[in-house]
């Protein structure tokens, strides 16, 4: 248990430090002033959506192994099957009338600022969190 809270006292700031620069992005970027501008709104929570599902699904592949994921160790079959399912499903998600209405989501429009944003997230957050992984092992000695 030890080794556990350790391991997410180094992870998890990183984790909070993503969210929170995603938050404040989407927050001036949507230009959200008032939550009575429900097209925005409805944007923002379907990019906090998107971009949550891939950098949570992300981490997955990230901290399974000390190794550098997906270049010196790759997962098993199952699992980056169902990582691509996962992925999508989310990314569908707004997309599929039925459901999108039910949760108050819009498509994000493809020449949208928001794409480049998320995939920059997603590989900055990967990076930063294998240097994290770095420092951990050598402080430890092991990886969790």
């Known amino acids: 248990m030890k080794s556990v809270i350790t391991f997410t006292l180094f992870i998890g700031p990183l984790s909070s430090i993503f969210d929170i620069s995603t938050y404040l992005f989407m ?30 699904t992300m981490i997955v592949h990230m901290i399974r192994t000390r190794h550098v994921p997906f270049i010196q160790s790759r997962a098993s079959l199952p699992l980056l099957l169902t990582t691509f399912i996962i992925v999508g499903i989310g990314l569908s998600i707004p997309h599929i009338p039925m459901v999108n209405n039910w949760l108050d989501f819009i498509p994000i429009p493809v020449k949208s600022l928001i794409y480049p ?27 969790y």
Do not use: N, R
């Open 27 to 56: 927050y001036f970027y949507y230009d959200i002033k008032d939550p009575t501008q429900t097209k925005k709104v409805s944007l923002f929570q379907t990019t906090w959506f998107t971009v949550g599902l891939m950098t949570q």
């Open 117 to 143: 944003f998320v995939f920059g997230t997603l590989a900055t957050y990967c990076i930063l969190t294998q240097l994290v992984k770095i420092v951990y092992i050598k402080i430890f000695k092991k990886w």
